[in-house]
């Protein structure tokens, strides 16, 4: 028994000592890796490769623009379209306005964000006044409300006001809600009069707007897509956003109105960082409707 | 014999009763400044049995939000104690260079302030309120063309929130160093209102103007 124990003993010290000396190993360097790709011993890791700089300067297209004043080099940045200037008014709340100004019955004038953003600022301004003892004035700025109703009560035609819009935008004097922001920075009055249409009919009574039948066929830049899921097949819709599109029109394409632009938006999070940030060849996942 | 003693002590202890207890310093017993006209009195509160209670007594918000905060919440923005709050309400407030700016909701303000305080809450002057350039021109930014303020003639700021917890003011200071002002106009009262409120000092109970 003892002399067992002694063997196996000694046998585990020889392999042990095996295992750390490796008397046999030829000292032999890898020549593949994990994946048996071979390894180049001969190249060498440097962070002080030399670049050609002349041919690095050939490379940039885009001609490097010297500022003036500083003498510094801007570096060429990703052109972006014009925007108007937006704020956080929710599209459905000027309508209202809109229409409850036009006397339209049964429509009550409603606080929108803006105003209430305007409220209390006004609020700050008369604590600091009444510390400081200076008169400050909140400056007086247009609003795409009173525009639209001046527009409307003067019979302008829909071209006309797309004009009017557009031209106060650009001007930088007006702020519209986001999702009026088409792909090629322009106002999407063609959804702000479709909307006030559509609030009119429901408020008079009108059935809301049904969810259009939409197929590749008939919409451009839609793509079907058939998921197969582990118990079901999804159809997954896609829309590449056109020049021109605004989120409340692609709304309006999908799903009859504007109020579900928030659905599309949430969807595409990852794509959009606001409404208002639509880009021509963006593929934009449209959701389906929950019942 | 017995009867003088006890007289003795009766005094003593009404002449102790008599003087401030609890002073700010050993050589200040309270703090008064004037905004606009209108004079403000800082003192201790005098029960040196009081203990905090209510909203000023919970240690354990939420976080996030409710996170602790740095001493120094931006490059080149000094951060105030109580008393340097009060040395700058008593000097530049009461100077008409300097402005203590609450920035938290009007909801809390209107639970109870710092005397002397103005409610700017910090969402007003991010970059999205369209009327936050007005804001700052009535802090003394002054308009130069191409859409730019000129800060030199601004006024000093010291804000303050809810507590160490609080990123209300370090928000605040954080949008307002991106509209441009400048991180030496601007200072932190870290403690806030419950640092303020721990140590007993004066807490006014007053609503937003208008």
Sequence with gaps: ?291 | MNHRILMAAFCFMATAGNAQDVRITTFKSDSTFALNDQTFTVTRNQDTQATLGSEYALTSRACPPHCLQPLIVADGVATFAELEVLTFLEEHVTGGTGLFIDARSPADYATGSIPGAVNVPFPTLAAENRYRDDILRALGAVDKGDDALDFTQAMALALYSGGPWSDDAPTAIEHLLAAGYPAEKLFYFRGGIQAWAHVGLTIQHSQNPG
């Design chain 1, 1 to 291: 028994m003892i002399r067992t124990t002694v063997a196996l003993f000694l046998f585990a010290i020889v392999v042990c000592g095996l295992i750390i000396l490796r008397p046999f190993s030829s000292g032999e360097e890898v020549a593949g890796d994990r994946l048996g790709t071979p390894i180049e011993t001969d190249v060498e890791v440097t962070r002080a490769a030399p670049t050609d700089l002349a041919a690095l300067a050939e490379a940039a297209t885009a001609p490097l623009v010297t500022n003036a004043a500083t003498g510094l080099v801007e570096a060429p940045r990703r052109i972006d379209v014009a925007r108007p200037n937006t704020d956080d008014t929710r599209l459905s709340d000027m309508t209202n306005n809109v229409l409850a100004e036009l006397g339209f019955a049964g429509v009550e004038t409603v606080t929108t964000n803006s105003q209430t953003q305007r409220r209390s600022t006004s609020d700050i301004l008369a604590g600091i006044e009444a510390a400081t003892g200076h008169r400050s004035v909140l400056e007086e700025s247009e609003t795409l409300e009173a525009i639209v109703i001046a527009a409307l009560r003067a019979g302008e035609t829909d071209e006309r006001i797309d004009t009017i819009i557009n031209e106060a935008a650009a001007a930088g004097t007006v702020a519209v809600p986001e999702i009026l922001v088409t792909s090629d920075g322009r106002v999407d009055t063609h959804v702000l009069l479709n909307n006030i249409v559509t609030q009119a009919q429901i408020a008079s009574g009108g059935a809301a707007p049904t969810v259009p039948e939409v197929s590749p066929d008939n919409t451009a830049g839609m793509e079907v897509r058939v998921v197969q899921r582990a118990t079901d097949e999804v159809e997954a819709r896609f829309y590449t956003v056109q020049n021109g599109d605004s989120l409340g029109a692609i709304s309006i394409k999908f799903f009859g109105s504007i109020q579900h632009y928030e659905t599309i938006f949430e969807a595409n999070k990852g794509l959009l960082s606001s409404p208002d940030r639509i880009r021509v060849g963006q593929r934009l996942v449209i959701p389906q409707l929950d019942a």
